[in-house]
């Protein structure tokens, strides 16, 4: 088995992979005006407009209310990252922070509300023995 894609239903595709593709430097291949895709070498972020969510089944999906899943984007240097998305995103629930597993990490909101999760990892004096 292999982890295809994952997706995120949005009211409005366009605005939401303008984010992306800003925020990421990825241009993403829209396959449909109602899909798009920001393709990457380990993973596929999908894009679908809630206009498509009734040929999922009634009431299974809903734009704007993900509050458990956070996407993590690896970056070569979280604090550029961060100081280059000072006029991309609104929300930023965090400055970059080192966390106790190695990482550093820079937590944003998308438009939608979905978290998302820049980081680096960095070096830790146990590694460097």
């Known amino acids: ?50 206009a498509t969510a009734p040929l999922l089944g009634e009431d299974v999906v809903e734009a704007h209310s993900n509050r458990s899943v956070i996407l993590d984007f690896l970056v070569d240097d979280v604090d550029a990252t961060y100081a280059a998305l000072q006029q991309v995103v609104d929300v930023f629930v965090n400055e970059p922070t080192d966390m106790p597993w190695g990482n550093r990490s820079l937590l944003v909101r998308d438009p939608d509300g979905n978290l ?6 960095v070096a830790t004096a146990a590694s460097d023995e």
């Open 1 to 50: 088995m292999q982890l295809a894609a994952t997706r995120i239903i949005t009211d409005d595709v366009d605005a939401l992979v303008a984010y992306y593709e800003t925020a990421t430097g990825i241009t993403a291949h829209r396959i449909h005006p109602l899909f798009a895709e920001l393709r990457t070498p380990t993973g596929t972020l999908a894009f679908a407009s809630s």
């Open 116 to 121: 998302i999760n820049f980081f680096t990892p």
